[in-house]
């Protein structure tokens, strides 16, 4: 049991020093425990390579089974003896869904597990942290992070709003006329945008240029421009007809948010999974609803 210990906990911090504190040992002890567990077992975990700890291919393939193990024990030790309580979990979420997707759905987790501890924290773009110990992160991308399991969340099309008093009556042939708002560091710009829906035309230069879909959408919400933003971010708007679509021309993208559980924290515990099959819920019924508000026919034209 206590190589197993050295192992998990080596494991999920990448160093044998870190390991130590964690365990109470010190970093010879814990390197002395995992030689032991890799002696009996007869083959490598990790690779030692100047000062640098890194998982083998079957040390990748035997660190969950590890974790599980042990988050099994912990969480039967809690429902037969009654010790310990629900352990806090932390979720990191981009700032634009933690404000316009998240936020308005965590009463709901709240009353479905009341005894739940829940940390969030935001984050600009899907950097990888440093120093914090995140359980559960939310990142936009294409999926290929390497630092944990990756599980599909929000898949989501990209889509053009403007009040209704800016769009007018004027047809949508003629977007090129309104002020533009565009995303900074995203792949979908207004550029495509228009060789899909104006091929010919002379893309303006974008009025406003921002790097949260939180700020395109006040934007647009106060007149200022159409914005170019995912449908899950306009959703609320649309559903209050504060904005209207401006195009029925959506771009499809091969981005989308991602659930990431890092490889350094047990995602078998029961509250991380609790949460992680709670948001691929929510995923599932938001879904529903941006189909239907963006359903809405876009201004005339």
Same mark, same amino acid.
């Given at each position: 049991?206590?190589?197993? &210990?050295?192992?998990?906990?080596? @494991?999920? !911090?990448?160093?044998?020093?870190?390991?130590?504190?964690?365990?109470?040992? *010190?970093?010879? /002890?814990?390197?002395?425990?995992?030689?032991?567990?890799? +002696?009996?077992?007869?083959?490598?975990?990790?690779?030692?390579?100047?000062?640098?700890?890194?998982?083998?291919?079957?040390?990748? /393939?035997?660190?969950?089974?590890?974790?599980?193990?042990?988050?099994?024990?912990? /969480?039967?030790?809690?429902?037969?003896?009654?010790?310990?309580?629900?352990? #806090?979990?932390?979720?990191?979420?981009?700032?634009?869904?933690?404000?316009?997707?998240?936020?308005?759905?965590?009463?709901?987790?709240?009353?479905?597990? =009341?005894?739940?501890?829940? &940390?969030?924290?935001?984050?600009?773009?899907?950097?990888?942290?440093?120093?914090?110990?995140?359980?559960?992160?939310?990142?936009? %991308?294409?999926?290929?992070?390497?630092? %944990?399991?990756?599980?599909?969340?929000?898949?989501? *099309?990209?889509? @053009?709003? /403007?009040?209704?008093?800016?769009?007018?009556?004027? =047809?949508?042939? #003629?977007?090129?006329?309104?002020?533009?708002?565009?995303?900074?560091?995203?792949?979908? $710009?207004?550029?495509?945008?228009?060789?899909?829906?104006? =091929?010919?035309?002379?893309?303006?230069?974008?009025?406003?240029?921002?790097?949260?879909?939180?700020?395109?959408? #006040?934007?647009?919400?106060?007149?200022? %421009?159409?914005?170019?933003?995912?449908?899950?971010? @306009?959703?609320?708007?649309?559903?209050? %007809?504060?904005?209207?679509? +401006?195009?029925?021309?959506?771009?499809? $993208?091969? !981005?989308?948010?991602?659930?990431?559980?890092?490889?350094? &924290?047990?995602?078998?515990?029961?509250?991380?999974?609790?949460?992680?099959?709670?948001?691929?819920?929510?995923?599932?019924?938001?879904?529903?609803?941006? +189909?239907?508000?963006? +359903? *809405?026919?876009?201004?005339?034209?």
């Amino acid at each position: 049991m206590n190589w197993l &210990r050295a192992f998990d906990a080596s @494991a999920r !911090h990448g160093s044998f020093t870190l390991a130590a504190k964690e365990l109470g040992l *010190t970093p010879s /002890a814990v390197s002395y425990q995992v030689r032991g567990l890799e +002696a009996q077992l007869g083959h490598k975990l990790f690779r030692r390579d100047h000062k640098l700890l890194s998982l083998t291919r079957l040390g990748h /393939a035997y660190l969950p089974v590890v974790a599980k193990a042990f988050a099994d024990i912990d /969480a039967t030790t809690c429902n037969l003896f009654g010790k310990g309580t629900e352990q #806090e979990v932390t979720l990191r979420c981009l700032t634009s869904l933690n404000l316009l997707w998240l936020m308005p759905l965590l009463g709901d987790y709240r009353k479905q597990y =009341p005894a739940s501890r829940l &940390r969030v924290l935001s984050s600009s773009w899907s950097e990888l942290s440093q120093g914090e110990s995140i359980d559960v992160d939310i990142r936009y %991308g294409d999926g290929s992070w390497r630092d %944990g399991p990756v599980l599909p969340l929000l898949q989501n *099309t990209v889509i @053009a709003v /403007a009040t209704p008093s800016l769009l007018g009556t004027s =047809p949508c042939s #003629e977007l090129d006329r309104l002020p533009l708002i565009e995303m900074t560091g995203v792949v979908d $710009t207004w550029r495509h945008f228009f060789a899909l829906h104006a =091929p010919g035309v002379t893309v303006p230069e974008p009025a406003y240029k921002v790097d949260q879909s939180l700020i395109a959408l #006040e934007l647009a919400n106060r007149g200022l %421009g159409v914005a170019l933003v995912a449908d899950v971010f @306009a959703q609320p708007y649309l559903e209050r %007809g504060t904005l209207r679509r +401006a195009s029925d021309i959506a771009l499809s $993208t091969q !981005h989308g948010h991602y659930l990431v559980l890092p490889s350094d &924290r047990n995602s078998h515990r029961p509250e991380v999974s609790t949460l992680v099959d709670w948001l691929q819920t929510q995923a599932h019924l938001t879904a529903e609803r941006v +189909a239907a508000a963006i +359903a *809405t026919p876009p201004a005339a034209g």
